[in-house]
């Protein structure tokens, strides 16, 4: 497998994105990033990538909240194209994406999600694994197909729940481990070594 070419999508800080800037800078992944956007006007992601002389740009896909979809979801696609990318990885994207994005890149959309799917699927999930009572919480990485946080798992990691958590110390932990584990799953997509068997992920 060649270098991958990524396109990166966010809304937030971007703290995830800067893993994967630092795994390439380390020489710990065989990837280049292409471009990233934004659909928050003034998002942090969109310094960091500016800080690292990446592409980044704000995408405006208004009249949604919620999804890509229509013709922001068409300039996406076109502009991630012209870009040259093959990989797309949301980041913090808090967007449903739509099946139009799945065609244009068949495998090739990634997620990273903070909870140990398929519990907590949605928004602040977190908070949900806090609220629940559970004493472990994590993240998932994963292919994206149509359904929401629901696609094939790559990587998964665990953190313990403590007692004294609150909603930010318990995400705050489970970014560590995002950090790890977003580097981690681009690295067996980069690798090539993993097949899709149904919701499976085989590597090696
Ligand atoms: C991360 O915790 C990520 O898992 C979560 O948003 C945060 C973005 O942080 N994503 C979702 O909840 C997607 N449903 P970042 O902007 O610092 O990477």
Redesign the pocket.
């Known amino acids: 497998m060649g270098k991958l070419k990524l396109g990166i999508l966010?809304?937030?800080?971007?703290?995830?994105?800067q893993s994967i800037v630092d795994a390439i800078e380390a020489g710990n992944l065989d990837a280049e990033i292409r471009l990233v956007m934004a659909d928050v006007e003034g998002a942090k992601?969109l310094d960091r990538a500016a800080r690292h002389s990446l592409k980044g740009l704000y995408l405006d896909c208004s009249p949604w909240k919620t999804k890509l979809e229509g013709p922001a979801e068409d300039r996406c696609i076109e502009l991630l194209k012209e870009a040259g990318v093959d990989t797309v990885v949301l980041?913090?994207?808090?967007r449903i994406v739509k099946p139009k994005l799945l065609a244009a890149f068949p495998n090739r959309v990634i997620?990273?999600?903070?909870a140990i799917l398929p519990a907590f699927p949605?928004?602040h999930?977190w908070k949900q694994a806090l609220d629940y009572g559970c004493k472990v919480a994590g993240?998932t990485v994963h292919f994206v197909d149509a359904g929401t946080?629901s696609g094939p798992i790559i990587v998964q990691k665990t953190v313990p729940v403590l007692e004294d958590d609150t909603p930010e110390s318990l995400?705050a932990r489970?970014?560590v481990e995002?950090h790890v584990a977003y580097p981690e799953a681009l690295r067996i997509i980069a690798s090539g070594k993993y097949s899709i068997e149904g919701r499976r992920v085989r590597i090696g």
Request: charged share 10%; net charge negative.
């Open positions: 966010g809304s937030g800080s971007g703290s995830n994105m992601i980041a913090g994207f808090m997620n990273i999600h903070p949605g928004v999930s993240v946080d995400h489970i970014q995002e």
